[in-house]
């Protein structure tokens, strides 16, 4: 029998920021790249997330979000709970520049495109952003 109080799930919004060829990545204190976003808080919709994760990470006011790009999950084990995390990545745009790194990350640049394969970032980031390189014939 499956103990589902040692099952989480969690959803989580990313941001696919493009710019000349380049993506927006941040870098975790375990050393992984990653896309901005974060959790969805419980009365939150996944965009009302994205916002306020863009303000916190990256001191972003105004994020246009576009359409979603890709969806994707995967199982971590923490303490022998189970937690699965969705995974929503939305393609977006802004004005704004880079205002710092949050305290969540030690870096935050633009990488292009043809460094992405080499990142130590999880498959599904790889995927989402292979796929917006593909639909929009880039």
């Known amino acids: 029998m499956i103990d589902e109080s040692k099952q989480i799930q ?6 696919l920021f493009y710019n000349d060829g380049k993506i927006l990545l ?5 050393g992984k790249w990653e896309m901005p976003g974060g959790k969805v808080q419980f009365g939150e919709s996944p965009k ?3 916002r306020r994760e863009m303000r ?7 994020v246009i979000i576009n359409g979603i790009v890709d969806t ?5 084990n923490v303490d022998f709970i189970d937690y ?9 745009a ?4 880079v205002s710092g790194i949050s305290e969540e990350h030690i870096d935050c640049r633009w990488i292009p495109f043809s460094k992405i394969k080499d990142l130590n970032m999880r498959d599904g980031y790889k995927k989402a952003i292979n796929k917006y390189k593909k639909e929009k014939g880039l």
């Not at 941040?26 to 375990?30: E, N, R, T």
């Not at 699965?84 to 977006?92: H, L, P, S």
């Open 10 to 15: 969690r959803i989580t919004t990313k941001a």
């Open 26 to 30: 941040q870098k975790d204190h375990k």
């Open 48 to 50: 009302e997330a994205l």
């Open 56 to 62: 916190e990470e990256l001191g972003y006011d105004n």
């Open 72 to 76: 994707w999950t995967f199982m971590v």
């Open 84 to 92: 699965q995390f969705i995974v929503i990545v939305f393609v977006c």
């Open 94 to 97: 802004s004005d704004n520049k």
